[in-house]
């Protein structure tokens, strides 16, 4: 009897051709040995190109565009339909997201992309950024592991 491989949903909140979708093709097209990968993304250009490829892709209401209930309900459809063994998310919206709508026994795993030197990048004021800096303290205690990606190093 052989058994299937565990499953990984990653979690895109973006739609775009942008650095994250990149990371996630680029991923896809070498594979994670031991391990399927299905990708939960908005519809557009990553979906797209995804599908293309050959790769496994649900088009789903994730992201800013749609808001955090929508997202939050997509997530925990997923995770009951597909049984996921991790949810592995990229950009801290998806982080988010996941920490409220993944089911305990779940794996949560993260990939951080970017970090600004200035908050107020992401949320506009200090206070704002104050208030999110408290948020994402919270959402990484639900993750069991957590992945930077880097640059090179330079000489």
């Known amino acids: 009897m052989v058994l299937a491989a565990p499953l990984a949903l990653w979690?895109?909140?973006v739609a775009d051709s942008g650095g994250v979708a990149r990371h996630v093709r680029d991923v896809l097209r070498v594979g994670i040995p031991g391990w399927r990968v299905?990708?939960?993304?908005?519809?557009?250009?990553?979906?797209?190109?995804?599908?293309?490829?050959?790769?496994?892709?649900?088009?789903a209401q994730i992201g800013p565009h749609a808001g955090l209930p929508a997202s939050v309900r997509a997530v925990r459809r997923l995770c009951s339909s597909?049984?996921?063994s991790i949810v592995h998310t990229h950009l801290?919206?998806?982080?988010?997201?996941?920490?409220?709508?993944?089911?305990?026994?779940?794996?949560?795993?993260?990939?951080e992309h970017g970090?600004?030197?200035?908050?107020?990048?992401?949320?506009g004021t200090s206070a704002?950024?104050?208030v999110?800096?408290?948020?994402?303290?919270?959402r990484l205690?639900?993750?069991?592991?957590?992945?930077?990606?880097?640059?090179?190093?330079?000489?």
């Not at 299905?38 to 088009?59: I, N, R, W, Y």
């Not at 999110?132 to 919270?138: E, K, S």
Request: charged share 15%; net charge positive; with cysteine.
């Open 11 to 13: 979690v895109i909140p």
């Open 38 to 59: 299905v990708v939960a993304c908005p519809p557009g250009p990553l979906a797209d190109d995804l599908h293309a490829a050959g790769h496994p892709v649900v088009e």
């Open 82 to 84: 597909l049984r996921p």
């Open 92 to 111: 801290s919206y998806a982080d988010v997201v996941a920490a409220i709508a993944v089911p305990r026994g779940i794996k949560l795993v993260t990939t």
């Open 115 to 123: 970090l600004a030197g200035d908050d107020t990048v992401y949320h």
């Open 128 to 130: 704002k950024s104050k």
């Open 132 to 138: 999110m800096a408290g948020v994402h303290t919270a």
């Open 141 to 155: 205690k639900r993750f069991a592991a957590a992945i930077a990606v880097s640059g090179q190093p330079r000489p």
